[in-house]
């Protein structure tokens, strides 16, 4: 429905493939209203909604496989862990091929994240030595840094902006240094929507010596993911942004990084033997997994990347680029209406902050809720770039592979409703 026009016949098959109206009722969900109004649910870059299949999987998992993993010799816990492992392979392919012991289940993009400040922070971080992150990254790969260079006397410094909202790799260089040793940034901003050019900046660090971090909250859900290509040392995503469930996600290592880092939690599981004074640890990914894991959400994350790849990653990224590029065009209509980040399509996802004047995100927020439409108002826990960008609040509307043209159309017009609500 909405790929771009491509002149073969598989790429007709594609375009009629992409149907948003079958793809929402895949999403019971929708079947609601919500204050009279269709639902228009445009905050997925904050989490995204379940496929059916995704639902029936958990209620599946709990009535007929439940077991803890890897210790049990029943045939329930051999099911289980034989499900759980299967999906880390899920998750390696899906990251474009990586070995599935590069494949750690954490609770989410914050859990890997933290891990990786304590672990690899421990590891490498002495006084005076320098973490590189950019101007416009979420708490979560902001606090772990601040943090880490508090307890180690260490120096974080920060790529700044351009005003269009993309970073100045003018400046990447000078700031990278012998003594840099962790380069942590975002794939795509959740605020700007932005996605960095992480190819480069991962190869002027590694000439540097230093680690590249990537936190993927925002890209793994919505274009094509090959951690190798871009050269990223670790890699963070969260299964509730690509259609899972919460409470679960992953971070993917290189393996020789993975092996020669220390755990971060310490418990069950982890371990290969435990005397009273000495411990030995478990092979990775196992020596980062200690205590029972979230093994449901592990489990029907597989699902929900299954129902992302019968659809095709790159059919989501190329209908997402058509309906930003509308939704941009239709707000920028709304006079003064300002978008904070990129407007070239090319190189932005579809997480879209906009303010209004004289009428606070929050208030707009609420306007449209009261039409059946869910956006994000706030800092977006993005405190920092929000001083950079000269704002106490943005609204951010964010689309999926279930929005289409009728939700954008929807925003506008109540957009245009509150102004006039608001006599603005
Ligand atoms: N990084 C970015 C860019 C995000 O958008 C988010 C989620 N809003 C996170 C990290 C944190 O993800 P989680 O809360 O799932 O750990």
Not at 154 to 180: C, E, F, M, W
Request: hydrophobic fraction near 40%.
């Amino acid at each position: 429905m909405h790929t771009k026009p491509k002149n073969t016949d598989a790429a007709l098959m594609e375009k009629q493939s992409f149907d948003v109206t079958s793809i929402k009722a895949d999403f019971p969900i929708f079947a609601q209203e919500i204050n009279g109004h269709r639902l228009v649910y445009l905050d997925s870059a904050a989490s995204s909604q379940k496929p059916q299949a995704v639902i029936d999987a958990i209620d599946r998992f709990y009535s007929t496989d439940n077991a803890n993993i890897h210790r049990g010799l029943h045939a329930l816990a051999e099911r289980a862990t034989s499900a759980y492992e299967h999906s880390r392979t899920k998750v390696a392919k899906f990251l474009g091929g990586v070995n599935r012991e590069e494949v750690i289940f954490t609770s989410g993009t914050t859990a890997g994240i933290n891990l990786l400040s304590y672990s690899l922070g421990e590891q490498i971080i002495k006084a005076g030595d320098e973490i590189l992150i950019t101007e416009m990254e979420h708490h979560a790969n902001l606090v772990p840094w601040v943090m880490l260079a508090k307890r180690k006397n260490a120096v974080l410094k920060r790529i700044p902006l351009t005003r269009d909202g993309r970073l100045d790799l003018t400046k990447v260089n000078g700031l990278l240094n012998s003594r840099t040793k962790i380069v942590a940034l975002t794939h795509m901003s959740n605020v700007l929507g932005t996605i960095n050019p992480r190819t480069e900046i991962a190869e002027a660090a590694h000439k540097k010596g230093a680690v590249v971090v990537v936190d993927g909250a925002q890209a793994a859900p919505h274009m094509p993911v090959n951690v190798k290509e871009l050269d990223a040392d670790f890699y963070a995503f969260s299964a509730h942004k690509v259609l899972g469930p919460t409470g679960v996600g992953i971070l993917y290592g290189k393996r020789e990084l993975l092996e020669s880092l220390p755990p971060f939690m310490t418990g069950g599981e982890m371990i290969r033997e435990v005397n009273f004074d000495n411990v030995t640890w478990n092979e990775v990914p196992h020596k980062f997994e200690a205590g029972t894991p979230h093994i449901a959400g592990a489990i029907t994350f597989e699902t929900a990347i299954d129902y992302l790849e019968q659809i095709g990653m790159e059919n989501i990224r190329q209908h997402e680029i058509e309906l930003t590029e509308y939704a941009i065009e239709k707000l920028l209509q709304i006079e003064g209406l300002e978008i904070q980040g990129p407007l070239d399509s090319s190189i932005r996802g579809s997480a879209i902050s906009f303010t209004v004047p004289d009428i606070h995100p929050h208030d707009i927020s609420t306007f449209l809720d009261s039409k059946g439409i869910a956006i994000r108002a706030g800092h977006h826990c993005a405190q920092p770039l929000m001083r950079a960008l000269g704002k106490v609040a943005t609204a951010r509307a964010s689309f999926y592979l279930y929005n289409d043209e009728s939700d954008v159309d929807a925003l506008v017009e109540a957009l245009t409703e509150m102004k006039k609500y608001f006599r603005i």
